[in-house]
């Protein structure tokens, strides 16, 4: 029978996962029963919020906690080689949420939809900026953050898969671009690469506080907040009236099991009479060909860059998924199998 690579979650992690916290194993591929289709997967796309579904306990009305001693969870992208299902005859190219593994089972019940793709560009766009990537940027900053010409838009985590590209929409709609990061490696190539107005690297010895208020002495319009924490707590002290936040991760809280840290200067959004909202892409299904539609031409305008970074071979996973969520990696982080 056909072998079935897969990563499985060994242990929880501690902390920050570790590549000891996976392993990788193989086993048959199951035959399908009606209704059902098996996919081949060319791409895993690695996305830091799966984190917080590696801890005991991590249930919510979002996603439950992944056993440990299974596969991986995953939004993956392949093809179909054998079908029982009318709908997906063989030779469809989908886009489902499965696991870190080189095939995969689909039916009716999983999340799972067709992709009908351009064949203008290269297939991973579809898990980067034609793909959840690029979806959470735009309907995170244009339907929640609704950037005006002139606005300051503050970004964290900037050289993510998310703000990497939240920036350059930010640019594209006239407004002033500032991103957090964390090194001075990374300062650069936002400023020369994708075109920030200026970055701020909050592991420097000034401070990030600091460096908010040399930048933005009169605050920030739009905060895009990928990080939660202590970086958001910070954020929300600089404000202008009418200031917008929106809540699309929390990564330095996902290697935490207890309670997220606090946020202390809520009172702020009363003085200034700002507003918070978080959302998930999946709330825009219906209009995801808009979105892709004007993403696609800012790609081929040469107004929008997309950054992938790729890791070749499904043993590779463990790896770039730590690397990732330590800052090693830039932008999209895939896996190619």
Same mark, same amino acid.
């Given at each position: 029978? *056909?072998?079935?690579? %897969?990563?499985?979650?060994?242990?929880?992690? %501690? #902390?920050?996962?570790?590549?000891?916290?996976?392993?990788?194993?193989? /086993?048959?591929?199951?035959?399908?029963?009606?209704?059902?289709?098996?996919?081949?997967?060319?791409?895993?796309?690695?996305?830091?919020?799966?984190?917080?579904?590696?801890?005991? /306990?991590?249930?919510?009305?979002?996603?439950? =906690?992944?056993?440990?001693?299974?596969?991986?969870?995953?939004?993956?992208? #392949?093809?179909?080689?054998?079908? *029982?299902?009318?709908?997906?005859?063989?030779?469809?190219?989908?886009?489902?949420?499965? +696991?870190? @593994?080189?095939?995969?089972?689909?039916?009716?019940?999983?999340?799972? %939809?067709?992709?009908?793709?351009?064949?203008?560009?290269?297939?991973?766009?579809?898990?980067? +900026?034609?793909?959840?990537?690029?979806?959470?940027?735009?309907?995170?900053?244009?339907?929640?953050?609704?950037?005006?010409?002139?606005?300051?838009?503050?970004?964290?985590?900037?050289?993510?898969?998310?703000?990497?590209?939240?920036?350059?929409? =930010?640019?594209?709609?006239?407004?002033?671009?500032?991103?957090?990061?964390?090194?001075?490696?990374?300062?650069?190539? $936002?400023?020369?690469?994708?075109?920030?107005?200026?970055?701020?690297?909050?592991?420097?010895?000034?401070?990030? @506080?600091?460096?908010? *208020?040399?930048?933005?002495?009169?605050?920030?319009?739009?905060?895009?907040?990928?990080?939660?924490?202590?970086?958001?707590? $910070?954020?929300?002290?600089?404000?202008?009236?009418?200031?917008?936040?929106?809540?699309?991760?929390?990564?330095?809280?996902?290697?935490?099991?207890?309670?997220?840290?606090?946020?202390?200067?809520?009172? @702020? !959004?009363?003085?200034?009479?700002?507003?918070? =909202?978080?959302?998930?892409? &999946?709330?825009?299904?219906? *209009?995801?060909?808009?979105?892709?539609?004007?993403?696609? @031409?800012?790609?081929?305008?040469?107004? $929008?860059?997309?950054?992938?970074? !790729?890791?070749?071979?499904?043993?590779?996973?463990?790896?770039?998924?730590?690397?990732?969520? &330590?800052?090693?990696?830039?932008?999209?982080?895939?896996?190619?199998?």
């Amino acid at each position: 029978m *056909r072998q079935n690579k %897969q990563v499985i979650l060994k242990q929880r992690p %501690q #902390g920050a996962a570790t590549k000891s916290d996976f392993s990788v194993c193989a /086993g048959d591929v199951p035959s399908l029963d009606s209704g059902q289709f098996l996919v081949r997967n060319l791409y895993l796309s690695l996305d830091a919020g799966f984190r917080k579904w590696m801890n005991q /306990g991590a249930d919510d009305n979002y996603l439950t =906690a992944m056993p440990l001693d299974a596969p991986v969870q995953s939004i993956v992208l #392949g093809q179909v080689i054998e079908t *029982r299902h009318p709908s997906y005859p063989i030779g469809t190219l989908v886009l489902g949420r499965k +696991a870190w @593994e080189g095939y995969s089972t689909f039916s009716d019940a999983d999340f799972v %939809q067709k992709l009908e793709s351009d064949p203008s560009f290269p297939l991973h766009e579809y898990l980067a +900026a034609l793909g959840p990537t690029g979806l959470t940027a735009y309907f995170g900053l244009l339907d929640i953050g609704q950037p005006r010409p002139g606005d300051i838009v503050l970004v964290s985590a900037a050289g993510g898969a998310v703000g990497s590209v939240v920036g350059q929409i =930010a640019r594209i709609k006239g407004c002033r671009t500032i991103g957090i990061t964390s090194s001075p490696e990374k300062c650069s190539w $936002l400023k020369e690469s994708l075109g920030y107005d200026a970055v701020l690297n909050h592991r420097a010895p000034e401070g990030l @506080e600091a460096q908010i *208020r040399r930048e933005l002495p009169e605050g920030f319009d739009i905060y895009f907040d990928n990080v939660g924490g202590r970086m958001l707590d $910070l954020a929300l002290q600089n404000m202008k009236e009418r200031a917008r936040v929106v809540l699309c991760g929390a990564i330095s809280e996902y290697d935490k099991t207890g309670s997220h840290t606090g946020i202390h200067h809520m009172w @702020e !959004f009363v003085t200034k009479r700002a507003s918070a =909202a978080g959302f998930m892409f &999946s709330d825009y299904v219906e *209009r995801y060909p808009e979105a892709i539609r004007q993403m696609a @031409e800012w790609i081929r305008q040469g107004k $929008l860059r997309s950054v992938v970074e !790729f890791y070749e071979g499904i043993e590779e996973t463990p790896r770039a998924f730590c690397d990732m969520m &330590s800052g090693k990696s830039r932008g999209k982080c895939i896996v190619k199998i």
